[in-house]
């Protein structure tokens, strides 16, 4: 059982950065891939990026390829999605889940409440 926990969500203007927290539960939390997702209102959940339990590999969608990075810190049972140049359009709840290293919603078991991003223009 992973319980996760997202943080560091806020308002922010256009071009700047934020990043995001995944805090986790669990001793098993290095074996889960880790992925952010986010849905905007009125929109599908998308699909932002994954990382893998070691850490060592990473995807990221198109839409935030260069401007967004995940790591994570095991010890601390914690991922972080660096978020830079942020735009009105990456407006959205911002959610992690833990499970397969996949880009398929459907390939994780656990989800966190998400933290809200705001971008103004």
């Known amino acids: 059982q992973v319980q996760l926990v997202e943080s560091g969500g806020g308002l922010v203007q256009a071009g700047g950065s934020l990043r995001l927290s995944c805090a986790a539960s669990g001793r098993t939390f290095r074996s889960y891939g880790i992925a952010w997702f986010r849905q905007a209102p009125g929109k599908e959940r998308e699909f932002v990026g994954r990382?893998?339990?070691?850490?060592?590999?990473?995807f990221y969608a198109e839409s935030v390829k260069g401007r967004f990075a995940i790591s994570r810190d095991n010890a601390k049972n914690t991922v972080y999605l660096q978020m830079n140049s942020l735009k009105p359009e990456d407006t959205a709840v911002y959610y992690c889940?833990?499970?397969?290293?996949?880009?398929?919603?459907?390939?994780?078991?656990?989800w966190g409440q998400g933290t809200q991003v705001t971008v103004s223009s």
């Open positions: 990382i893998s339990g070691s850490g060592a590999y990473t």
């Open positions: 889940a833990a499970g397969a290293y996949s880009d398929n919603a459907n390939s994780y078991d656990y």
